[in-house]
């Protein structure tokens, strides 16, 4: 017994001994420090947060709620306001709530998650069917003090496939004293069965500019000075993740040394400078490989991973496509003025065939340098790929160097010919072309090569929309004008698997010479209405729209055809003549109906009828 006192007095004379741990066990994240305790602080929620107030406040109280999002938007954190809510015993007596002004008798033990009434399972370490038994058992029984039972769910959708079906039965007759809230990032993995029976919600990823203002918030709680444009960046490399986002900074405020700045951040998250990044973009569109591959290597010595400098390059790409396509509002507000700037520029200097093709470049070679043993290296042969390949002519412009009569390909020797279709005017196509023929001798070492014409200021071209529509040839067969017209002509074409498809696969919702929506059947192959679509375009040489509907719409064309014969040859059994036929032949079936050929429209009885046009004997085919 002399034990536990000899510690204590040692502790009592030596109060400092254990001041060191203390105090570093006294600092919590700042995702959990400041983790919301109202619905109030809740950020970037306001959809699913009046939802829930209008329901608490009608008392529409759900038995279930679904909560999905990506990590770091606050699944958790609002299944617990939820418990919180759901439990709320205020100083005045007040019932469930939202709006909490005052701390209730259970809101502190819900928030710290040490409250026996609400019980917080991992369905990561708890999949099974055993597990969830447990839980439906001890739901039958009264909650000890709080007003509901709530049961919370995180990562949902790692429970067994059993476990889910053991749980369906409570989950949509659950006592009235149980709630359940799920939390799940993989809401395609959650079966219907147990989506149909919650309310979901989707919350959704922060953006930068409110991320930004919340960052801003906790950072001078915290009695840091923090620079806009370093936060606008934690903002950026948080991906909507508040979770994310307070970890970066908690590591740029001990980094920083109570003051965050750009440079600070860039060096911490390996980041390059945005400048410096559209620099390299400019240098390496220009096709000066040597200059990028040196931008490159002072990025590299300067603390940025080569990886994250590809990913700089296809958001800058991203960038200036999006300003190009729906004009300056389509810039990241959180962009600085400078940045904005360079963005307009490059945005009215470059043409969206070599924005697009840069991007599919670059995407490809995020995934190179990724897997790379010498990401560097990577790096820079997907930037010399990226600088030679500007030589080149759009896509676009390459593929009408194609003639669509007869197939031939124009090659630039033979696009300078003169020709009889040449001579009048010089197509953009053929203009570009003429200085690639001229850049075809090799550069001589250390010879940078010459600016090609990708930028539009140096060498203007029209964009695709502008140039001299091509005639089109004249359609093969005519327009279709019922749906019957486009099974018709997939059989005349001898497109029989198409003509099957159409026939038995796919339901008619709505017909329109051009437009078409089909409502295919579960047995019709996934591509249909694409090949459907490209076939009619080359058939009749117009551009048609063949989309899908969930409209049931008509049976399908096969199914109708045959209800027709069936009703067709129901009604020949009343014929006169037909019940004679069947009088002299006994056991004798009408095969099918054949229309007759027009010369033999007027035939009498005294007319040779084949047995195999119309009968068969004996019910044989």
Same mark, same amino acid.
């Given at each position: 017994?002399?034990?536990?006192?000899?510690?204590?007095?040692?502790?009592?004379?030596?109060?400092?001994?254990?001041?060191?741990?203390?105090?570093?066990?006294?600092?919590?994240?700042?995702?959990?420090?400041?983790?919301?305790?109202?619905?109030? &602080?809740?950020?970037?929620?306001?959809?699913?947060?009046?939802?829930?107030?209008?329901?608490? #406040?009608?008392?529409?109280?759900?038995?279930? %709620?679904?909560?999905?999002?990506?990590?770091?938007?606050?699944?958790?954190?609002?299944?617990?306001?939820?418990?919180?809510?759901?439990?709320?015993?205020?100083?005045?007596?007040?019932?469930?709530?939202?709006?909490?002004?005052?701390?209730?008798?259970?809101?502190?033990?819900?928030?710290?998650? +040490?409250?026996?009434?609400?019980?917080?399972?991992?369905?990561?370490?708890?999949?099974?069917?055993?597990?969830?038994?447990?839980?439906?058992?001890?739901?039958? %029984?009264?909650?000890?003090?709080?007003? %509901?039972?709530?049961?919370?769910?995180?990562?949902?959708?790692?429970?067994?496939?059993?476990?889910?079906?053991?749980?369906?039965?409570?989950?949509?007759?659950?006592?009235?004293?149980?709630?359940?809230?799920?939390?799940?990032?993989?809401?395609?993995?959650?079966?219907?069965?147990?989506?149909?029976?919650?309310?979901? =919600?989707?919350?959704?990823?922060?953006?930068?500019?409110?991320?930004?203002?919340?960052?801003?918030?906790?950072?001078?709680?915290?009695?840091?000075?923090?620079?806009? $444009? $370093?936060?606008?960046?934690?903002?950026?490399?948080?991906?909507?993740?508040?979770?994310?986002?307070?970890?970066?900074?908690?590591?740029?405020?001990?980094?920083?040394?109570?003051?965050?700045?750009?440079?600070?951040?860039? &060096?911490?998250?390996?980041?390059?400078?945005?400048?410096?990044?559209?620099?390299?973009?400019?240098?390496?569109?220009?096709?000066?490989?040597?200059?990028?591959?040196?931008?490159?290597?002072?990025?590299?010595?300067?603390?940025?991973?080569?990886?994250?400098?590809?990913?700089?390059?296809?958001? $800058?790409?991203?960038?200036?496509?999006?300003?190009?396509?729906?004009?300056?509002?389509?810039?990241?507000?959180?962009?600085?003025?400078?940045?904005?700037?360079?963005?307009?520029?490059?945005?009215?200097?470059?043409?969206?065939?070599?924005?697009? +093709? #840069?991007?599919?470049?670059?995407?490809?070679?995020?995934?190179?340098? +990724?897997?790379?043993?010498?990401?560097?290296?990577?790096?820079?042969?997907?930037?010399?790929?990226?600088?030679?390949?500007?030589?080149?002519?759009?896509?676009?412009?390459?593929? +009408?160097?194609?003639?669509?009569?007869?197939?031939?390909?124009?090659?630039?020797?033979? #696009?300078?010919?003169?020709?009889?279709?040449?001579?009048?005017?010089?197509?953009?196509?053929?203009?570009?072309?003429?200085?690639?023929?001229?850049?075809?001798?090799?550069?001589?070492?250390?010879?940078?090569?010459?600016?090609?014409?990708? =930028?539009?200021?140096?060498?203007?071209?029209?964009?695709? =929309?502008?140039?001299?529509?091509?005639?089109?040839?004249?359609?093969?067969?005519?327009?279709?004008?019922?749906?019957?017209?486009?099974?018709?002509?997939?059989?005349?074409?001898?497109?029989?698997?198409?003509?099957?498809?159409?026939?038995?696969?796919?339901?008619?919702?709505?017909?329109?010479?051009?437009?078409?929506?089909?409502?295919?059947?579960?047995?019709?192959?996934?591509?249909?209405?694409?090949?459907?679509?490209?076939?009619?375009?080359?058939?009749?040489?117009?551009?048609?729209?063949?989309?899908?509907?969930?409209?049931?719409? &008509?049976?399908?064309?096969?199914?109708?055809?045959?209800?027709?014969?069936?009703?067709?040859?129901?009604?020949?059994?009343?014929?006169?003549?037909?019940?004679?036929?069947?009088?002299?032949?006994?056991?004798?079936?009408?095969?099918?109906?054949?229309? $007759?050929?027009?010369?033999?429209?007027? =035939?009498?009885?005294?007319?040779?009828? &084949?047995?195999?046009?119309?009968?068969?004997?004996?019910?044989?085919?």
């Amino acid at each position: 017994m002399s034990a536990p006192f000899s510690m204590s007095e040692d502790n009592a004379q030596n109060p400092t001994k254990d001041a060191a741990p203390s105090a570093a066990a006294s600092h919590a994240a700042l995702a959990r420090k400041y983790r919301p305790k109202i619905f109030a &602080e809740l950020i970037g929620q306001e959809p699913m947060v009046r939802t829930l107030r209008n329901a608490f #406040a009608s008392g529409r109280i759900a038995q279930a %709620y679904m909560l999905t999002g990506v990590r770091g938007v606050g699944k958790t954190t609002t299944a617990r306001l939820v418990a919180r809510a759901l439990n709320y015993e205020g100083p005045n007596g007040e019932g469930a709530t939202i709006d909490i002004e005052a701390e209730g008798v259970h809101c502190r033990a819900i928030l710290e998650g +040490r409250h026996l009434d609400v019980i917080e399972m991992d369905a990561a370490s708890h999949t099974g069917i055993d597990d969830i038994r447990d839980l439906i058992d001890s739901a039958h %029984y009264k909650p000890n003090s709080a007003r %509901y039972k709530v049961y919370i769910v995180d990562e949902v959708h790692m429970l067994s496939k059993q476990a889910f079906n053991g749980l369906l039965k409570t989950l949509e007759e659950p006592p009235e004293h149980v709630k359940f809230i799920f939390a799940t990032t993989e809401i395609r993995k959650v079966p219907v069965t147990v989506l149909s029976r919650c309310q979901r =919600f989707d919350l959704k990823r922060i953006d930068v500019e409110t991320m930004s203002a919340h960052l801003a918030h906790i950072a001078k709680e915290e009695g840091t000075e923090a620079e806009p $444009a $370093a936060l606008a960046l934690i903002a950026r490399a948080g991906e909507g993740s508040v979770r994310d986002a307070l970890s970066i900074l908690d590591r740029a405020i001990a980094f920083g040394s109570g003051r965050i700045e750009p440079d600070t951040i860039r &060096e911490l998250l390996g980041l390059a400078d945005r400048g410096r990044i559209f620099d390299l973009l400019e240098t390496v569109l220009k096709g000066d490989a040597g200059g990028a591959l040196k931008a490159l290597e002072q990025l590299n010595r300067d603390g940025a991973e080569p990886g994250q400098v590809i990913t700089d390059l296809a958001d $800058a790409v991203h960038a200036v496509t999006v300003a190009k396509a729906a004009g300056p509002q389509g810039i990241d507000p959180a962009a600085g003025e400078v940045e904005r700037g360079r963005i307009e520029d490059l945005a009215k200097r470059l043409s969206m065939p070599v924005l697009a +093709r #840069a991007w599919q470049m670059l995407l490809k070679g995020h995934d190179e340098v +990724r897997s790379s043993p010498r990401p560097l290296a990577a790096a820079d042969m997907v930037l010399v790929r990226l600088a030679y390949v500007v030589d080149l002519p759009p896509p676009g412009d390459a593929a +009408r160097q194609t003639r669509p009569e007869t197939g031939e390909t124009r090659t630039p020797a033979s #696009a300078d010919a003169p020709s009889a279709d040449a001579s009048s005017a010089k197509t953009p196509a053929t203009a570009q072309m003429a200085p690639v023929a001229a850049q075809e001798a090799p550069a001589t070492a250390g010879e940078a090569p010459e600016e090609p014409s990708v =930028f539009e200021s140096e060498n203007p071209a029209p964009p695709d =929309f502008e140039e001299e529509p091509v005639s089109e040839p004249a359609p093969a067969s005519p327009m279709p004008q019922s749906f019957e017209d486009v099974v018709a002509l997939a059989e005349t074409k001898r497109d029989l698997k198409l003509k099957n498809a159409l026939l038995e696969q796919v339901r008619l919702v709505r017909f329109k010479p051009g437009d078409i929506a089909l409502n295919p059947l579960p047995l019709a192959a996934p591509d249909l209405l694409q090949e459907l679509m490209r076939k009619l375009k080359a058939w009749t040489g117009q551009v048609w729209i063949v989309s899908t509907s969930e409209q049931e719409g &008509e049976e399908p064309l096969g199914v109708q055809r045959r209800a027709a014969e069936a009703r067709e040859i129901e009604a020949l059994h009343a014929h006169p003549a037909v019940q004679e036929v069947f009088r002299y032949f006994p056991g004798a079936k009408i095969k099918e109906v054949r229309n $007759a050929p027009q010369e033999r429209a007027g =035939f009498d009885e005294t007319d040779d009828v &084949e047995d195999d046009d119309v009968f068969t004997r004996g019910g044989t085919s």
